[in-house]
Nanobody
Framework: QVQLVESGGGLVQAGGSLRLSCAAS????????MGWFRQAPGKERESVSG????????KYADSVKGRFTISRDNAKNTVYLQMNRLKPEDTGVYYC?????????????WGQGTQVTVSS
């Protein structure tokens, strides 16, 4: 069992930055590939980024490449998403989850989500 808790969301103007954190507890965090997903109002959930167990491999959706950076600190059981040059279309609820980085299909464990709102 893994418990995931996101934090760091908020309201920011377009062009600004936010850093999301996802703290894990429970079974060994380092055993899991991790990902970030988001869901905008009225839209389906989409994958944003993923990171391998030791951080050697990362993946990004085309819409965030060059603006977002995923990282993890296994000693702190935490995965991060640094979001720069935010756009209004980045608005949504952001979730961290365990993931298969090969397919970006989510695994069994999800956080409760954190709201990101980007104003124009």
């Amino acid at each position: 069992q893994v418990q995931l808790v996101e934090s760091g969301g908020g309201l920011v103007q377009a062009g600004g930055s936010l850093r999301l954190s996802c703290a894990a507890s429970g079974r060994s965090f380092g055993n899991y590939e991790m990902g970030w997903f988001r869901q905008a109002p009225g839209k389906e959930r989409e994958s944003v980024s993923g990171i391998s167990r030791y951080g050697t491999t990362t993946k990004y959706a085309d819409s965030v490449k060059g603006r977002f950076t995923i990282s993890r600190d296994n000693a702190k059981n935490t995965v991060y998403l640094q979001m720069n040059r935010l756009k209004p279309e980045d608005t949504g609820v952001y979730y961290c989850a365990t993931v298969s980085i090969l397919t970006m299909r989510p695994g069994d464990y999800w956080g409760q989500g954190t709201q990101v709102t980007v104003s124009s």
